[in-house]
């Protein structure tokens, strides 16, 4: 599935006939103020569904930062999006922007 010890983590789904449907990275960085998983761009096939998709995919995400015990920093707007929909990602989310 994945190795918290690595420093970068690589994630694909392909559907029934191979084909790409969803892509997306986490760095592991120091910061000053500890180490955290730096979520890059989440990439989706045009023809796929998103939300399908994000559903399939976050809980893993999740899961390495429960394992890891570092917080996530996601860059990508979708996924922005997806985790100030999701509130149990809130504790593990890094620089999570002021929600008033």
Known sequence: MFDINKS???????DDNNVLTSSWTMD????????VWVMNHF?????SN?????AKEMPTALSVAQES????WPLDP??????EKHPEFYKIWYHRPYAK
């Open 78 to 83: 979708i996924v922005i999006d997806y985790f």
């Open 43 to 47: 990439f989706i096939n045009p023809n």
């Open 69 to 72: 015990d570092y917080p996530i």
């Open 8 to 14: 970068h983590l690589s994630f694909e789904d392909h």
């Open 50 to 54: 998103l939300e399908a998709a994000l």
């Open 28 to 35: 592991k960085i120091k910061r000053n103020d500890g180490t």
